[in-house]
């Protein structure tokens, strides 16, 4: 199932309409492993083709790197791409491994200004506060945010992780045209208080890991036996040992739909995402990473595979039964606070 473009979706209330699936570019710099910068460069070319324009990346995907990589292609593309970045992850100078949430005004000034020239744009299209610090108020990090929009630096602001009231929160100071969070077959705790938040206030929601990271498509079982030693998803609860194996086999019903409609699993679970628009009545804008042109075409696809409600009631129940949480720590995400 390849070939043919997809559809649009409005990014906001009032913003611009973009391919109803974008283009997580994390992996082709960082946190995946080694990555073909040639072929990584292809996939984009061809995700454009297909009709991908949202592109997401953050000044914390290789400390920076992935911004350079992406400069190129959007230079040549400036007024076909939606480009995303966030900030918030800050590096220490004496620990590069760790990372420390900002939220403060001198940070994010300093974050914006370093993210324009590494990306070498003139303005970002949509700006995430990537991670949540909950010392800031919310209302005073969205305040220097809408700065940024009045100062022509970014077009619009985004939040990645928060809760339902937190979303409220920001939406009073200035409005927010996209909420990031994990949402897949495998990660469904969004779906209880800040989707309705998002559906209410006319926010999209933008799915990362809508693959499960990678575990939904069955390419690894156990990421300490299958994945390299710089693989961050050896350090992923889910993703080793006895959780690793109890959920593998909870992809059985996903290969069972999967067969029905002549499609890989990994098609199945981002249908089931796409679906979810519908659901949930707002608009659904996943970003799948990759960095193979032939996955992208895979991956595009799947937004023309519709799941019966047999299927629907097939997948439901898997979340529920995933072991692990979906990182270690999980005060960093808006279920930790929920």
């Not at 391919?19 to 992996?27: T, Y």
């Not at 454009?48 to 959007?74: C, K, M, Q, S, W």
């Not at 938040?197 to 999209?204: F, K, S």
């Amino acid at each position: 199932m390849t070939g043919g473009g997809i559809t649009t979706a409005a990014l906001g209330a009032g913003g611009p309409d973009v391919g109803v699936q974008g283009l997580g570019c994390m992996g082709m710099s960082f946190a995946y492993g080694p990555a073909d910068a040639d072929a990584s460069r292809a996939t984009l070319e061809r995700a454009l083709e297909l009709g991908v324009t949202l592109y997401d990346t953050a000044d914390a995907y290789g400390d920076g790197d992935n911004e350079r990589f992406l400069a190129p292609f959007l230079a040549a593309h400036r007024d076909e791409v939606v480009i995303a970045t966030k900030f918030a992850l800050a590096i220490p100078p004496d620990e590069p491994d760790r990372r420390i949430i900002r939220n403060d005004a001198p940070y994010i000034r300093r974050a914006v200004e370093a993210s324009l020239t590494r990306l070498d744009a003139d303005v970002i299209d949509l700006y995430y506060m990537h991670r949540r610090d909950v010392d800031v108020p919310i209302e005073e990090t969205v305040g220097v945010m809408a700065d940024l929009v009045r100062e022509g630096k970014v077009k619009q602001i985004g939040l990645s992780e928060v809760t339902a009231d937190e979303l409220r929160a920001a939406h009073t100071v200035h409005p927010i045209a996209a909420v990031q969070s994990e949402w897949s077959l495998f990660s469904r705790d969004i779906e209880a208080k800040v989707v309705p938040a998002a559906r209410e206030l006319g926010v999209t929601l933008v799915p990362y890991s809508p693959l499960g990271r990678g575990f939904l498509t069955g390419s690894f079982a156990d990421a300490d036996q299958d994945l390299t030693a710089d693989d961050f998803r050896r350090r992923m609860p889910r993703f080793t040992g006895a959780n690793a194996a109890a959920n593998a086999a909870l992809l059985e019903p996903v290969r069972a739909v999967a067969g029905a409609h002549g499609a890989t699993p990994g098609q199945i679970a981002l249908a089931w995402v796409h679906q979810q628009a519908a659901v949930h009545g707002l608009p659904v804008v996943p970003i799948p990473g990759t960095r193979r042109p032939a996955r992208v075409e895979e991956n595009t696809a799947a937004t023309r595979i519709t799941l019966t409600g047999e299927e629907l009631a097939l997948l439901d129940p898997i979340a529920a039964r995933v072991a692990g949480t979906r990182y270690a720590d999980m005060t960093f995400t808006s279920a930790g606070r929920e």
